[in-house]
């Protein structure tokens, strides 16, 4: 289970690759301005080499493995962001942005070779089959997969299947003897794409959007309406980590917030003409405050919102700079269900910038090596700079000045060189031990947490013992961390996160977030800005 907050480095770099689902659905077609003969003659000389090898190679070959890396590497002579997709690659980024995919519905964990359950989905076939959170999977199909070395993809690929299927789990449960045998039928798994919402104070609401799928602006517009039943003032949406999605849904997004008849985005590419996308009237928040909370992480179609937000003087943009991708794709599928994702256009912010940062055709490599080293440079303290030429500056509907060329620049720098913590606590949490000590007394003493009825009873009542503490030093020491006299000012703080992780691992993600914000320094530097808000 990934820790959601953005402390561990190696999760932060991980999602950079998640922006890679940022694409445009364009209706398909099958026009060409190539000849037909000539695309005969391209089919003919392609199909005879594989064909060539096939017959006459001194080894076997794996002739669709070999089409699949021909046709990767003509696609990486492109931009950075046109690429092919086998047909496994394919399948998985549809079911993240669908908003479902079929399977048990369960919450997992590997740890030290047994699937562990942190928890069912709620209402999912597992809950009501009776799986509880703890469970150890021993065996699928009355196959034995606990003592062995497995991965997660394995596990996704074994628990996941068609809807009406059924698979049979041998579940190892404290304080049972013998295994518990539960059959499954899988069912369609909700995916959301809001992480969480909910209240900050009596005015500001928060939400957290991971992604733009094909559910966003149902999930927004729910979360908004719920808030504003709260008395939702001001709202702190939080776009950091967040890797895009479909344009469509940002569109429909920004629609809640800004006023009929501003231009939200357009598109415009060699064989495309320009697309405006214009605000609609009834959105749900066009007059209440907003920030919009940004980070090196946040690209695409967070971009287009964020951009949106900005250059119609919408809100206020606080954080860091974004990723910097305003490439437009097209998705068309193959016949063997792979497919190929062409860059067919840009998009531009209402102000007219493109947004998308340099980078040299056939080097994708490289285009993601520099963001990597600028991460870096950041997370060891060093000011994030880009220049800026005249032809790059442009102006807000009020006549602020901005940029293009490099990602949307805040209104408010939030570096992360203004984040130092004392060297017990940053060893903690760059080794992961923090989180991996959390998660394993949960599993040990769950029993114990049983006095308290719900998470919210837990969020109310749960306070971190000195026993507990002492569990955590004397396990970080035998791990290679010892303290030291920097624990003392960052003690409140570790608690925090400590009953964070916890609430994370016996109830549902909103218990974490409730208690993670009031830790969360962007978001504390963030919210006395609405006061500067006009």
Request: net charge positive; hydrophobic share 35%.
């Amino acid at each position: 289970m990934n820790n959601k907050s953005r402390l561990p480095l190696v999760i932060s770099i991980s999602i950079v690759f998640g922006i890679l689902i940022g694409y445009y659905l364009l209706p398909k077609g099958n026009s060409s301005s190539i000849s037909s003969n000539a695309q005969k003659n391209i089919v003919d000389k392609f199909a005879y080499l594989l064909g060539y090898i096939n017959d006459d190679y001194v080894d076997k070959v794996d002739i669709d493995s070999l089409a699949d890396k021909a046709i990767a590497s003509f696609m990486e002579e492109l931009d950075p962001h046109s690429v092919y997709l086998t047909a496994a690659d394919n399948k998985k980024e549809q079911e993240s942005l669908n908003g479902s995919f079929d399977g048990i519905g369960v919450q997992f964990r590997i740890i030290e070779d047994t699937v562990v359950v942190i928890q069912p989905v709620p209402s999912g076939p597992s809950q009501k089959a009776g799986v509880m959170a703890g469970d150890r999977i021993v065996t699928i199909d009355s196959k034995v997969w606990a003592g062995k070395k497995i991965k997660n993809e394995d596990v996704m690929r074994l628990l996941k299947g068609e809807k009406g299927t059924k698979v049979n789990l041998g579940i190892k449960r404290t304080g049972v003897s013998k295994l518990i045998s539960f059959n499954i039928t899988r069912d369609a798994i909700p995916t959301f794409s809001v992480d969480y919402f909910g209240m900050i104070d009596s005015k500001a609401g928060y939400i957290k959007l991971s992604q733009f799928s094909q559910t966003t602006a149902d999930e927004v517009s729910r979360a908004i309406k719920m808030l504003k039943s709260k008395g939702m003032q001001e709202l702190v949406f939080d776009l950091r980590g967040n890797g895009g999605g479909y344009l469509e849904q940002a569109y429909q997004v920004a629609d809640e917030f800004i006023g009929e008849g501003d231009l939200i985005v357009y598109t415009q590419g060699r064989k495309r003409g320009r697309d405006n996308l214009f605000a609609t009237k009834g959105g749900l928040f066009e007059k209440g405050k907003v920030i919009i909370l940004i980070d090196e992480l946040s690209a695409s179609a967070a971009e287009i919102l964020s951009g949106a937000i900005q250059d119609n003087d919408r809100g206020m943009i606080i954080g860091r700079r974004t990723f910097g991708k305003g490439l437009v794709q097209e998705q068309r599928q193959l016949p063997d269900g792979s497919a190929v994702r062409l860059t067919i256009s840009r998009y531009h912010t209402p102000s007219g910038r493109c947004i998308q940062r340099p980078y040299i055709t056939g080097d994708p490599e490289k285009y993601f090596e520099d963001f990597i080293l600028r991460y870096a440079s950041m997370n060891k303290g060093d000011k994030d700079t880009i220049s800026h030429s005249n032809s790059q500056k442009y102006k807000t509907k009020k006549g602020r000045i901005v940029y293009g060329g490099g990602g949307i620049e805040p209104d408010v720098d939030l570096p992360y060189y203004n984040y130092k913590k004392g060297n017990y606590y940053s060893e903690l949490i760059k080794k992961g031990l923090l989180y991996k000590f959390c998660f394993d007394y949960v599993d040990k003493h769950r029993s114990d947490f049983k006095i308290y009825f719900s998470g919210e009873s837990f969020v109310k009542d749960y306070s971190v013992s000195q026993k507990t503490l002492n569990d955590l030093f004397a396990y970080a020491e035998k791990n290679g961390v010892k303290k030291d006299n920097s624990l003392k000012e960052d003690l409140s703080e570790i608690k925090l996160l400590m009953k964070a992780y916890f609430a994370q691992s016996l109830y549902e993600d909103k218990y974490f977030y409730e208690i993670y914000l009031k830790i969360d320094e962007d978001l504390q530097k963030a919210i006395p800005y609405f006061s500067k808000i006009k």
